[in-house]
């Protein structure tokens, strides 16, 4: 029988060592010495999540909570230190503003390199290309260089390709908040469209109200730790009671 999980994530927990700053002059090092210890700090404890294909799942909690780390261990940008995670999907992520994307090329040149790195050929980029072009709305700054772009140019262009690219699970990283009100109502309406498909939908937002309308699961990050996961609209109700 075929795994009917996109994501599974068990008994994982990351860490990252953290230096201070280095002693810069000869009388610095003598007064502090050589070398400083690192401390360890723990991100992510036990996290042990397991999304079904298909679900449109929230990651909620406050900054520095963990929930970008673990978005970055599903796209394996990093790796856990201990557990492991699991991904079974062709998968495209949107992390961060640019990329996978070359400052000097121009944003029709980027679609082409940015699609590539996702695996689609020069031919089934040529079929999706006006679509791209016309979704993200970029008219004739679309054959300018992409350091020109505004952070909302950036992320008009990012999600028109992740939308093209055929993948089966898509990871969104706050990165919709720096469009304009437009275009992220046009996003949602998009992602609405695929959440009725069978693509799995994974996104980290501090816009609740939408992220209630989109998701039917929310799963509720604090210090690091699973503190809820279950029906969107009760995790993100409880979520809020616990901040006011």
């Keep these: 029988m075929k795994d009917d999980y996109a994501i599974k994530v068990s008994n994982m927990t990351k860490t990252f060592k953290l230096y201070s700053d280095k002693a810069n002059t000869m009388k610095e090092r003598l007064v502090r010495g050589w070398k400083s210890k690192p401390e360890v700090r723990t991100v992510l404890k036990n996290i042990n999540v397991e999304i079904k294909k298909g679900e449109t799942v929230a990651l909620i909690g406050v900054n520095g909570s963990g929930k970008s780390t673990l978005l970055k261990l599903m796209t394996k940008i990093i790796y856990p ?122 996104i980290v937002s501090h816009s609740l109200e939408p992220i209630k309308k989109l998701c039917k699961r929310a799963i509720w990050i604090s210090n690091g730790e699973v503190r809820e996961d279950g029906n969107c609209s009760n995790v993100i109700d409880d979520y809020l009671k616990e901040c006011a």
């Excluded at 998968?91 to 996978?100: F, M």
Aim: glycine fraction near 8%; hydrophobic fraction near 40%.
């Design 81 to 202: 230190n201990k557990g492991s995670v699991k991904t079974n999907g062709k998968l495209t992520s949107l992390l961060e503003l640019g990329a996978g994307f070359h400052p000097d090329f121009t944003g029709r040149e980027n679609i082409y390199f940015n699609a590539a790195i996702f695996g689609l050929t020069k031919e089934e980029i040529d079929k999706r290309l006006n679509d791209i072009i016309e979704f993200s709305e970029l008219g004739e700054f679309i054959d300018s260089p992409i350091r020109t772009y505004s952070s909302g140019m950036y992320m008009r262009l990012a999600f028109s390709v992740a939308i093209n690219v055929d993948a089966e699970i898509l990871l969104i990283d706050e990165i919709l908040a720096v469009g304009d009100q437009h275009f992220q109502d046009k996003c949602f309406a998009k992602l609405e469209e695929l959440a009725k498909s069978d693509m799995t939908i994974v």
